[in-house]
């Protein structure tokens, strides 16, 4: 027995690989986000937290394996899904410039809508 990833509920391995096949199928999420509070998304992307459900570090041993945890439980992991969190990482750093560069091209097309006030103009 197993640990479920997303539930923290104990599953066979066999439950594990076949709810992962759905949710391939599926996507990562059943429902994507197009709003919130009434402006349209153009632009998601995934923010990785470091440490989340007890899983933050990961450890070479003497003899050259690789060991990560899932939810705690130690596991050997092997190149292939280290290379996976690195483009996971990858991937979640390019979203993040991605978000930041759509932020500051808002922002700096707000500041070109403001109207401009001449630098003698007395207030009143």
């Known amino acids: 027995m197993t640990?479920?990833?997303w539930s923290c509920e104990p599953v066979a391995m066999t439950d594990i690989i076949a709810m992962g096949r759905q949710r391939l199928d599926?996507?990562?999420r059943a429902v994507r986000v197009t709003e919130i509070e009434g402006v349209k998304v153009v632009h998601e992307?995934?923010?990785l937290w470091h440490e989340w459900e007890c899983d933050g570090y990961?450890?070479?041993t003497?003899?050259?394996r690789a060991w990560l945890t899932t939810h705690g439980?130690?596991?050997e992991a092997d190149a292939?899904?280290?290379l996976g969190r690195m483009d996971a990482a990858l991937s979640s750093a390019q979203g993040i410039r991605r978000a930041l560069a759509l932020i500051a091209e808002a922002q700096?097309?707000?500041e070109s809508k403001q109207p401009e006030t001449a630098d003698n103009e007395a207030p009143g």
């Open 80 to 82: 292939a899904e280290l």
């Open 26 to 28: 599926q996507g990562s």
């Open 108 to 110: 700096k097309d707000a």
């Open 73 to 75: 439980s130690r596991y």
């Open 3 to 5: 640990v479920d990833k």
């Open 62 to 64: 003497e003899d050259g």
């Open 58 to 60: 990961g450890w070479v």
């Open 45 to 47: 992307f995934e923010v």
